[in-house]
C-alpha cells in the first residue's frame, strides 16, 4: 500500500523566554527527528502522556506550524509534495486535502456563526460551488455525521458537547479531504458518547476513505481505532508497531507504563500498576541519552549515556530502547 504522508526527521522547536528578564531566549525543542509514514485508508494512533508533543506534531504535520527542519512529504493525488517549505499561498489548495478536528469543540466553533455557516465556511474560502448546492452538500453531510437540516439555524452552544464535535467533524469532512488529524477528538466527552463518535469515525473513514493521524492519550481508546500505533516521549517517538503486536509485545517500557494504566472492567482483576516517578522532563533541558531514563525501572548506566535510535525489533515493529531485545514486559490486561 502506498504511504499518503512521509514524515522524515521533522524538528519543530519554539523560542520562548525565561521569567526572568536577564536571562536569553532559549529553545524548546517539542518534537525532535521523529520520522513515520501514513499509509492511505489507515489510522495511525499517536500516544503520549500531555506534554510529550503530540498535539505539536499534529499540527506541523498540516502545517499550521513550519517545521524547524525535516522534509513532510504528501501524495494526496500521487505526485509528491514537500510541504515543509511552502508559502501560505502554494499551501493553500493542499488544505483541501488535509484537515484537523480539534480536541475541544466549545472553542473551536466560532459562536457568532450557526452550524449551516460553520460547515459552510470552508466551501466559501476555497470557492466551490453555487450557495445553493452548497448548502445540499451541507445538509448531506450533518446527516451523516448524525445531525439534519433542523440543526443548520442553531448556534453552537445550543447543542450538547457530543453533537458540537458531530459539527466539527462535519466541518472537516466538507472539503473531501484525504488526511484527517484529530487531535484527542473525544477526550472532552462523557464515556458513552466518547463510543459513539468513535463509531462515527470509523463510520466516516469507510464512507469518505479517510486516513487518519488519531492523537490520544488514552491507549484504550486507540486501541478501538488503530490500524498501528506511534508511542512518543518527550518529542520522540519511542515505540511505532501495528496494534494487536503492540499490545501482544510492547517492547518499550514508556508503552508498558502506559499500558498499566488502562483501566479493566473487572473489580476482581489484579494489575501490576506501574507508577512512573516524577514528570515528563522539561524539553528545554531535557536528560542526557535516553529522555526515560530518569522515570525507567529498568534503567542502565549506558541509558543514561547514549540515545537510543529507533530499530527495528520485530516485523513491522521499532523501538528505542538499548533493552528492547533483552526485557520481557508485560503487555495490557485482556479486558473480559
Not at 499534529?58 to 504528501?74: A, C, D, K, N
Request: with cysteine; hydrophobic share 40%.
Amino acid at each position: 500500500m502506498t504511504e499518503l504522508l512521509s514524515v522524515r526527521n521533522l524538528s519543530m522547536q519554539f523560542t520562548v523566554v525565561p521569567p526572568f528578564l536577564w536571562r536569553r531566549k532559549v529553545s524548546l525543542r517539542a518534537v525532535e527527528n521523529v520520522s513515520l509514514g501514513i499509509e492511505a485508508g489507515e489510522t495511525l494512533g499517536l500516544v503520549g502522556e500531555s506534554g510529550c508533543g503530540k498535539t505539536t506534531l499534529g499540527r506541523t504535520i498540516v502545517r499550521l506550524y513550519r517545521p524547524t527542519s525535516g522534509e513532510i512529504l504528501f501524495r494526496p493525488a500521487g505526485a509528491e509534495v514537500d510541504l515543509a517549505g511552502l508559502s501560505r499561498a502554494e499551501l493553500k489548495p493542499l488544505r483541501r486535502q488535509m484537515q484537523i478536528i480539534y480536541q475541544d469543540p466549545q472553542s473551536s466553533l466560532n459562536p457568532r456563526m450557526t452550524v449551516g455557516d460553520l460547515v459552510e465556511e470552508p466551501l466559501k474560502v476555497h470557492g466551490l460551488g453555487a450557495p445553493g448546492a452548497r448548502r445540499e452538500r451541507v445538509v448531506a453531510l450533518l446527516e451523516a455525521v448524525g445531525l439534519g437540516a433542523g440543526h443548520l439555524k442553531r448556534y453552537p452552544h445550543e447543542f450538547s458537547g457530543g453533537q458540537r464535535q458531530r459539527v466539527a467533524i462535519a466541518r472537516a469532512l466538507i472539503l473531501q479531504p484525504r488526511l484527517v488529524v484529530a487531535d484527542e477528538p473525544v477526550s472532552a466527552l462523557d464515556v458513552s458518547i466518547q463510543a459513539q463518535v468513535l463509531n462515527l469515525l470509523e463510520d466516516l473513514q469507510k464512507q469518505f476513505s479517510l486516513t487518519y493521524l488519531f492523537i490520544a492519550h488514552n491507549l484504550g481508546v486507540v486501541k478501538h481505532i488503530s490500524t498501528r500505533i506511534a508511542v512518543m516521549y518527550l518529542g520522540r517517538i519511542v515505540e511505532l508497531a501495528p496494534t494487536d503486536e503492540l499490545f501482544r509485545r510492547p517492547r518499550h517500557p514508556y508503552t508498558e507504563a502506559l499500558m498499566s494504566a488502562i483501566p479493566v472492567p473487572d473489580p476482581d482483576a489484579r494489575i501490576d500498576r506501574i507508577i512512573l516517578q516524577g514528570d515528563i522532563p522539561n524539553p528545554i533541558r531535557p536528560p542526557s541519552g535516553c529522555a526515560f531514563h530518569p522515570r525507567c525501572r529498568y534503567a542502565q548506566p549506558l541509558c543514561a549515556r547514549v540515545a537510543p535510535a529507533l530499530a527495528p525489533v520485530g516485523a513491522g515493529h521499532s523501538a528505542a530502547c538499548h533493552l528492547a531485545e533483552q526485557l520481557t514486559l508485560n503487555p495490557t490486561p485482556e479486558a473480559p
